[in-house]
Nanobody, 122 residues
Framework: QVQLVESGGGLVQAGGSLRLSCAAS????????MAWFRQAPGKEREFVAR????????VYADSVKGRFTISRDNAKNTVYLQMSSLTPEDTAVYVC???????????????WGQGTQVTVSS
């Protein structure tokens, strides 16, 4: 069993930055790909970024590429999402996710966090 707890959300002005953290319990963190998703009001959940469990390979949604950076610290069982140049369109609940192993598709996600609210004001 893996528990994921997000933190770092809040209210920020457009153009600002935030860093989200996701602390994971369990001894298998380092062997799981991790990802961030987000869900805005009235919209479906969308993929934001993912990071492989080995090698640190990353993939980003086109909407955040060049502005967001996902990283992980396996010693701390934590994955991060550094967000910059935020716009009101980035307003959403950001949710951390852990895959069973590799992350090929959303169906590989087996654990979800509760989410943290990010609100970007114009």
């Amino acid at each position: 069993q893996v528990q994921l707890v997000e933190s770092g959300g809040g209210l920020v002005q457009a153009g600002g930055s935030l860093r989200l953290s996701c602390a994971a319990s369990g001894r298998t963190f380092s062997r799981r790909a991790m990802a961030w998703f987000r869900q805005a009001p009235g919209k479906e959940r969308e993929f934001v970024a993912r990071i492989a469990w080995i090698g640190g390979d990353t993939v980003y949604a086109d909407s955040v590429k060049g502005r967001f950076t996902i990283s992980r610290d396996n010693a701390k069982n934590t994955v991060y999402l550094q967000m910059s140049s935020l716009t009101p369109e980035d307003t959403a609940v950001y949710v951390c996710a852990a895959a069973s192993g590799q992350f090929i598709a959303t169906s590989d996600v087996v654990y979800w966090g509760q989410g943290t609210q990010v609100t970007v004001s114009s």
